[in-house]
């Protein structure tokens, strides 16, 4: 349970990080027309297709003692970031990045230009037609993008592998304790926690779908 | 912010150069002036007309130009002035209206407003509220209120900010007339008070005859005419411009002679036998000109017509009857092809078939000439 709590808490942090470092990159690739935009989607969607092991290694290598993170870090707190509880976090906000940003991205362009237009005409500058405008109408892809952060934290195995380790509460999370009983044998254990896992991914993607399915909404569409 | 509104003139001199893929590129070289009151822009599609407003509006950023309201330099591509939309002081009225969903009709008009203290701010949504007929509606969404209804809220919310300028892009298209025709007086007493440029986009000829003060005729980039309404459009000087303003026959003609006592002049359509009268025009005997008419201005009979007024009767036969909506378009073969719009119930009626033998008959001023 304790391992259980730990991913919680991790996902938890990962998905609240996302969201505010997701929206300012949203909203200038959804929004800004420049030339090299495309490095940065690409730049962006690396973490799909990376392997996660890959992800790590280098987040690990980043995060050591002798990498410019942990230098960094070392420099700042006095210890190391590597298998901690933030270096952890580190690498699983670069790890859901896309997550976040695709769906936060997708909602900021189906926003209509007119009313972008209509609330400039009206006075507003930009950021006062983000908060106003374009955010309120993009709660479904916000709460996407909160969700599947979320959910794809939770079930991370490969990134918390590499640079996490295996220490028990501080970066043992659920897929990690799974993978640890089955070697020793406990699948009864085993099973309990995926059970939990399965119900949780299950509810979560439910909660996704009936958002943007609009089986809900704050206002009436249109 | 003024609570007094000067006088403003609005004048424009806009280029603005749009590339498309291939040969599509399009280039708006336009000048205009609107003085206080409606001045309307008139053309088809892809005239140019939205890219104008949204160039005054700030919205677009033309290549080269100058834009004035009153004594303030709102772009000038000389002096390298572009004062941005939010400070611009225009208001703009959008075809799709673009009212704000989330917002309820009373927050969707205080938008504007954010800068004002509270007190001031409800005084003012109250006061256009009322003016414009919807205080009963301030806590709907825009998704529970009807069409015209939500015209009004557009209008409102852009006028509640004392706008120096308004532009409205087609913002009555869909309604009847007489919704419209309530619609335009109420912002025609508002406007009695401030005095404002309003520019006024559509390409509907019943709203120009509707508001017609003065008419600025657009097409492919260019002012083709400006002035009163029965000047610009009753006299089309462009082909494009006729079929706009809902002309569907345009047919060449050659003049025969002038009989300048009567205000007439004979006609030959094409290279028929097929003669006409039509008013008289700018023209000399052998010249050639074109005549439009409208489909709904000729009349269709079964039987030779006598004892009429109209002096133009020709007989041929359909072609074809095409139905569309509650209208069915006839094309009628009188050695020229005339489109006639009839009802289904006249098609009934009269049991209209393609090949059938009838009579067209076309009063001589409903034949315009263009150019």
Redesign the interface.
């Known amino acids: 349970m304790e391992a259980l709590w730990l991913s919680m808490k991790l996902a938890a942090c990962v998905a609240a990080i996302l969201l505010v470092i997701g929206m300012p990159v949203a909203y200038l690739l959804a929004y800004s027309n420049w030339r090299g935009k495309f490095l940065l989607e690409s730049l962006v969607a690396l973490p799909l297709v990376l392997p996660p092991t890959v992800l790590g290694f280098y987040a690990l290598v980043a995060m050591g003692p002798r990498g410019p993170l942990g230098k960094l870090w070392i420099a700042l707190f006095g210890h190391g970031l590597a298998f901690t509880f933030s270096g952890l976090i580190l690498a699983s906000v670069l790890y859901s990045f896309p997550f976040a940003v695709q769906p936060l991205v997708a909602s900021f362009e189906g926003v209509?230009r007119?009313?972008l237009?209509?609330?400039?005409?009206?006075?507003?500058?930009s950021s006062?037609t983000f908060c106003?405008?374009i955010l309120?109408?993009s709660l479904p892809g916000v709460v996407t993008a909160a969700v599947l952060s979320f959910a794809h934290t939770l079930g991370e195995f490969g990134v918390v592998l590499m640079v996490g380790g295996n220490l028990a509460g501080v970066t043992r999370t659920v897929s990690i304790d799974i993978y640890d009983r089955v070697q020793s044998l406990e699948y009864g254990e085993a099973n309990r926690m995926a059970l939990v896992l399965l119900a949780i991914s299950f509810s979560v993607l439910c909660v996704v779908y009936a958002v943007n399915r609009r089986v809900w909404t704050?206002?009436?569409?249109? | 912010m003024a609570g007094e509104v000067k006088a403003t003139i609005l004048t424009a001199r806009i280029r603005k150069e749009r590339r498309g893929a291939g040969a599509s590129s399009f280039i708006l070289d336009v000048s205009i002036e609107a003085s206080p009151g409606i001045t309307i822009l008139f053309g088809p599609s892809g005239a140019g007309k939205s890219t104008l407003l949204d160039s005054v509006a700030g919205l677009a950023r033309p290549d080269e130009g100058r834009i004035v309201a009153g004594s303030d330099v709102l772009f000038d591509s000389g002096r390298g002035i572009d004062v941005p939309a939010p400070k611009r002081r225009t208001a703009y009225v959008f075809q799709t209206l673009a009212l704000f969903p989330h917002l309820s009709a009373e927050e969707n008009v205080s938008y504007g407003l954010m800068d004002l203290q509270e007190e001031e701010r409800r005084k003012r949504v109250e006061a256009i509220l009322k003016a414009f007929r919807v205080e009963k509606l301030r806590r709907q969404r825009p998704g529970e209120i009807s069409g015209g209804e939500k015209q009004r809220i557009a209008l409102a919310r852009s006028l509640v900010t004392e706008p120096r300028v308004l532009l409205l892009d087609e913002p009555l298209t869909g309604l009847d007339a007489e919704l419209k025709a309530a619609i335009v007086d109420d912002l025609r007493a508002w406007n009695a008070a401030k005095g404002i440029p309003i520019l006024y986009v559509t390409h509907s000829r019943e709203e120009v005859d509707a508001l017609g003060e003065r008419v600025i005729a657009l097409d492919n980039g260019r002012v083709v005419s400006a002035g009163a309404p029965m000047d610009v459009l009753d006299a089309p000087r462009r082909k494009k411009l006729a079929q706009a303003a809902g002309f569907e026959n345009i047919l060449s003609a050659t003049v025969l002679d002038l009989r300048e006592a009567d205000g007439v002049m004979r006609v030959r359509l094409g290279e028929s036998a097929c003669e006409i009268e039509v008013p008289l025009g700018y023209a000399a005997a052998g010249n050639r000109v074109q005549v439009a008419v409208r489909a709904g201005d000729i009349l269709l009979a079964t039987e030779r017509p006598h004892g009429l007024s109209a002096r133009n009767v020709m007989d041929g036969r359909i072609i074809s009857l095409e139905q569309r909506g509650t209208m069915v378009i006839a094309r009628v073969d009188c050695e020229v092809i005339f489109v006639v719009h009839v009802t289904p119930g006249a098609v009934r009626a009269l049991e209209l078939t393609a090949g059938r033998r009838v009579w067209l008959v076309l009063k001589t001023h409903s034949c315009h000439l263009v150019e």
């Open positions: 209509d007119r009313l237009d209509a609330s400039a005409v009206l006075g507003a500058g006062r106003r405008v309120p109408l704050p206002w009436p569409a249109k």
